[in-house]
């Protein structure tokens, strides 16, 4: 059973609201939709969507990177290769981790599906009974961001994540009001999306101390790992590290400098699950919990994300709220709005609507 086929979809996936973060902000997704196809019938899929400010990568550099330099390197090779494919596209091309996330979520989604088991069950085996989602806020005027984090509350949501990080004085005021109208049990999060420096980081922490923050996600700038480890060794909060955490070295030097006592995993960042799996056990061996955060993705790489987490124990919180996002997905969520469900159906255990994909689709290239 090896590789015959591969299908790049390139999708444009309608949000349901603009989403605005510090760095940029988005009116729809696009996305690069894979299938691969083997000669024993069996379709894995597979997702990446890139963000520049994080990985370098574009919609269509990703493009022709894998259809050009990834994906031929499958043509022939059995699906459960995985760790000879990670070591091939290495040698082919450095970095682009979005362009390798999308293959490798495939050919695990196709292992999987051809072992006839969840891919759960391939990486180590159900450990969390279902994944609690977040609710994730843009980041807007303060009275905004309480109205809708009062309206995640009546949804049932637990758990609240805020986006900040263009100016301190509001981002203060935008903890405190959102704060006020969460129950005392609810778990308040903050992302500043790397929009503070160490000081004003600070400043913000030090204000908001009687609102409770949970923990804070990427206060300072993605190239200095050096400024996070100062925010980090300042203040009791907890601190979260994202965007500059690709892969095992970066994991390495956040547990070197101290500079996190969090590190949010993106398969989109760490080329797919079979490293990012492996930086939830060092992180583990390093006493750093983990969470698997996500970009916007459809419901295929969400998925992926939710077999890793599901599947760890020192994955502790996830991020994977793109479907609620989208008011168009290639399939359904298993689950309900505020728990990702996994059953034991085979791979990812997702039915893709193949004629969404096509719909949305505004190009196709094909491998094989
Ligand atoms: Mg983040």
């Known amino acids: 059973m090896t590789i015959k086929r591969i299908t790049l979809h390139g999708l444009r996936l309608p949000l349901k609201r603009p989403f605005k973060i510090a760095y940029d902000s988005y009116e729809d997704i696009e996305s690069l939709v894979i299938s691969i196809e083997s000669t024993s019938g069996d379709i894995g899929w597979g997702e990446a969507v890139v963000d520049q400010h994080v990985s370098g990568e574009t919609w269509q550099s990703a493009r022709s990177i894998i259809a050009e330099e990834l994906a031929p390197l499958l043509i022939g090779r059995p699906a459960a290769d995985i760790g000879a494919f990670h070591r091939a596209a290495e040698a082919r091309i ?3 981790p979005s362009a390798k996330a999308s293959l490798d979520i495939a050919l695990h989604d196709l292992m999987a599906r051809q072992c006839r088991r969840p891919l759960h069950s391939l990486l180590g085996g159900r450990c969390h009974e279902r994944l609690e989602l977040p609710y994730v806020i843009s980041m807007l005027s303060p009275e905004e961001m309480a109205r809708q984090a009062d309206e995640a509350c009546r949804q049932g949501y637990r758990s609240i994540k805020i986006k900040l990080g263009d100016m301190p004085e509001t981002d203060i005021e935008r903890i405190a009001r ?3 109208v969460l129950t005392p049990d609810m778990i308040l999060r903050v992302d500043a999306n790397q ?3 160490v000081k004003q980081a600070l400043h913000v922490i030090r204000h908001a101390e009687p609102f409770r923050v949970n923990w804070y996600e990427q206060p300072v700038f993605i190239e200095n790992l050096e400024s996070l480890a100062r925010v ?3 203040t009791d909060a907890v601190i979260m590290a994202d965007e500059p955490v690709h892969g095992l070295r970066d994991m390495l030097q956040v547990i070197r400098l101290e500079a996190a006592d969090m590190v949010n995993i993106k398969l989109m960042k760490s080329a797919g699950l079979h490293v990012a799996r ?7 061996a390093a006493d750093i919990p983990c969470q698997v955060g996500s970009m916007v993705e459809s419901s295929i790489a969400t998925l992926a994300g939710a077999h890793l987490a599901i599947a760890h124990p020192n994955i502790i919180a996830n991020d994977l709220v793109g479907p609620a996002m989208l008011s168009c997905d290639v399939a359904e969520m298993p689950g309900d709005s505020t728990h990702i469900m996994l059953d034991e159906s085979p791979g990812l255990g997702v039915d ?5 994909v096509r719909e949305l689709s505004a190009f196709e290239d094909f491998i094989d």
């Open 278 to 284: 492996a930086m939830a056990e060092l992180g583990m």
């Open 232 to 234: 980090s060794r300042a």
């Open 195 to 197: 929009g503070w420096s």
């Open 94 to 96: 450095r970095h682009n």
């Open 352 to 356: 893709i609507d193949r004629d969404r």
């Open 178 to 180: 959102v704060r006020e």
